[in-house]
Nanobody
Framework: QVQLVESGGGSVQAGGSLRLSCLVS????????MGWFRQAPGKEREGVAA???????NYAKSSKGRFTISIDNAKNTLYLQMNHLEPEDTAMYYC????????????????????WGQGTQVTVSS
């Protein structure tokens, strides 16, 4: 049974940083694609970043240059380092696993992923 458990959310002021973690269990694919999504109240869930087993990463326009996705295979943990946070980044953040690939824009669509965590809240105040 695949389980994804996020942590690291919280409240910060604009310009601050947070690092989200996602502990993955039960997912034993040698080749994989994993990602982070977010959903603000009243808005659709949107892709933030994705990474594959080769270390290739892709980012949404809104996160590129400020966020970094990474994975520690030894710890079975996916990370999202978020710097220069803005109030517009306020949302519930979800990690997801098992997308076809990180190329193009297909990874940024929710149906591309088969497994989801329960989310961790990020609140950025101005």
């Amino acid at each position: 049974q695949v389980q994804l458990v996020e942590s690291g959310g919280g409240s910060v002021q604009a310009g601050g940083s947070l690092r989200l973690s996602c502990l993955v269990s039960g997912y034993n694919h040698r080749r994989y694609c994993m990602g982070w999504f977010r959903q603000a109240p009243g808005k659709e869930r949107e892709g933030v970043a994705a990474i594959d087993s080769d270390g290739t990463a892709n980012y949404a326009k809104s996160s590129k240059g400020r966020f970094t996705i990474s994975i520690d295979n030894a710890k079975n943990t996916l990370y999202l380092q978020m710097n220069h946070l803005e109030p517009e980044d306020t949302a519930m953040y979800y990690c997801a696993a098992d997308c076809p690939n990180v190329y193009g824009g297909s990874w940024s669509s929710s149906p591309a992923f088969d497994y989801w965590g329960q989310g961790t809240q990020v609140t950025v105040s101005s």
